[in-house]
């Protein structure tokens, strides 16, 4: 079974996505040197802290959901990130895969409408999350950006628009490498990211209150591969 959604009622007060690889080491050597051997996939760790529980309700809620993560369910663990790309949140903004893209591929082709794509942007295509490592091309010009939610300073020269303008084709390199194989035509977004995750410790988020009532307890997830 899978957990649909993280629970409305459940508010946390720091909630950071992680990238992570696994490596194997044969030793130091005398020089205090050590070759590492990295894998070339990656996995994706969430820390979610504090918790907040005030109530019966969020109790409840909690209680609920450490109960299904502990019987070894995953979840389509929303990811959030104030730093999405430029126009990324307006309902006119489009991505969609330009080409197929095989199993464990680390570079795709979107056709992007109404977003200013860059490296090191968050990206979700099905239920995956994938970082943009490298645009490897882009439009020939930069698009025009409505100044009020762009991180640059305001210019009086800059034409007024609503969003970010036209369609665009990108080739990205992205990681970790991709999770399935994946078809023309598939939507992605740089908004509402998700990651399938399971609970990374079994023993982890017990639900401790103080004076019975009050708790701010902490979940780690890794991704479910």
């Known amino acids: 079974m899978t957990i649909p959604t993280w629970p409305a009622a ?3 007060r720091s909630w ?4 992570r690889n696994l490596s194997a080491s044969g030793g130091t050597s005398p020089t205090g040197r050590a070759q590492r051997v990295f894998g070339d996939g990656g996995f994706w760790e969430v820390r979610i802290g504090g918790i907040r529980i005030r109530n ?14 502990r019987a070894g369910e995953d979840i389509l663990l929303p990811v959030r990130d104030l730093y999405q790309p430029a126009g990324s949140r307006l309902e006119t903004a489009t991505v ?6 095989p199993l464990r591929s680390t570079q795709i ?15 979700t295509l099905g239920d995956r999350l994938y970082l943009v490592s490298e645009v490897v091309s882009g439009p020939s010009t930069p698009p025009v950006l409505n100044q009020l939610i762009s991180d640059s300073p305001w210019s009086d020269a800059l034409p007024w628009s609503d969003a970010v303008s036209g369609a665009s084709a990108y080739t990205l390199k992205i ?5 399935a194989d994946l078809f023309a035509g598939e939507p992605g977004r740089f908004d509402n990211l998700l990651v399938r995750c ?8 017990d639900l401790d209150l103080d004076l019975g009532r009050f708790g701010s ?3 780690t997830f890794i991704e479910s591969l």
Do not use: N, W
Request: aromatic fraction near 4%.
């Open 10 to 12: 459940l508010k946390a």
């Open 56 to 69: 019966r309700g969020e109790a409840a809620a909690y209680r609920a959901l450490i109960a299904r993560l």
């Open 109 to 123: 082709a979107l056709t992007v409408a109404g977003v200013d794509v860059e490296a090191g942007h968050h990206m």
């Open 175 to 179: 990681l970790p490498p991709l999770r």
């Open 96 to 101: 969609t895969l330009r080409v197929d893209a």
């Open 198 to 205: 399971v609970l990374k410790d079994p023993f982890d988020g």
């Open 217 to 219: 307890p902490s979940l």
């Open 16 to 19: 950071d996505a992680h990238l």
